[in-house]
């Protein structure tokens, strides 16, 4: 059974760091491709971050340079880096999985591409 359990969300002050950890349970190849996304109250879910089978990373506009993605492929782990955070970056952070390998091509992949989810961990920036 697929499981996508998230972790590291709370609250922190504007210009703070989080990690988020999304531990990819059941998958049974590492090679699968993981993404995070987030919602905020009466917002669709955006994509955050994707990485694919050859570990290279996508960013969305408003994080890139201030967000990292890393998997650890050995433990089946998905991890973003969250620095310099906004209070527009608040809202509940998703992990998504593939269940299949994939490479990356053209804009980051929207959420009806991941057919596996996690139950969500909240990320709250404070002014």
């Known amino acids: 059974q697929v499981r996508l359990v998230e972790s590291g969300g709370g609250s922190v002050q504007a210009g703070g760091s989080l990690r988020l950890s999304c531990a990819a349970v059941?998958?049974?190849?590492?090679?699968?491709?993981l993404s995070w996304f987030r919602q905020a109250p009466g917002k669709q879910r955006e994509p955050v971050a994707e990485?694919?089978?050859?570990?290279?990373?996508k960013y969305a506009y408003p994080v890139k340079g201030r967000f990292t993605v890393t998997k650890d492929y050995a433990k089946n782990i998905l991890y973003l880096q969250m620095n310099s955070l906004k209070p527009e970056d608040s809202g509940t952070y998703y992990c998504?999985?593939?269940?299949?390998?994939?490479?990356?091509?053209?804009?980051?992949?929207?959420?009806?591409?991941?057919?596996?989810w996690g139950q969500g961990t909240q990320v709250t920036v404070l002014p």
């Open positions: 059941g998958y049974t190849d590492s090679t699968w491709c």
């Open positions: 990485v694919d089978t050859d570990g290279d990373a």
């Open positions: 998504a999985g593939m269940g299949r390998i994939c490479y990356l091509a053209g804009p980051i992949r929207p959420a009806s591409e991941y057919p596996d």
